[in-house]
């Protein structure tokens, strides 16, 4: 097996132990998802591991969450990411808590 094969594998492994430790797979929604490969495989582990899946995304980015993400998403929050930095942290962090809510982590 060549080098770059080998730690492919030992990511994957890495990955599938945390992900399978975890209730739920929460993930930032970025339209060039594509264009990282950890993300990815991730997202792959979660669906093949059943937890899961709760989405948090710009509402600039709302439009480009394809539909079959759509349909195995447990929840979907976006927060607005028009505003000052600080003001995209604090709509972040509104609609990571709603997203836990909705995973029945917090009350």
């Known amino acids: 097996m060549k080098e770059t094969d080998k730690r492919m594998v030992e990511m994957v492994k890495r990955n599938a132990e945390a992900i399978s430790d975890s209730q739920v797979f929460v993930v930032m929604h970025a339209a060039e998802l594509g264009e990282e490969i ?3 495989i991730q997202m792959g ?16 980015r709302r439009a480009s ?8 998403a ?25 997203l836990m809510h909705a995973a029945g982590l917090v009350k």
């Open 38 to 40: 950890l993300p990815v």
């Open 45 to 60: 582990l979660a669906v093949y591991l059943d937890k899961p899946v709760l989405i948090l995304c710009p509402e600039s």
């Open 65 to 72: 969450i394809p539909n079959n993400v759509h349909k195995l």
């Open 74 to 98: 447990v929840a979907i929050e976006y927060f607005d990411d028009s505003g000052t930095k600080e003001e995209q942290v604090m709509q972040m962090h509104a609609a990571t808590l709603r």
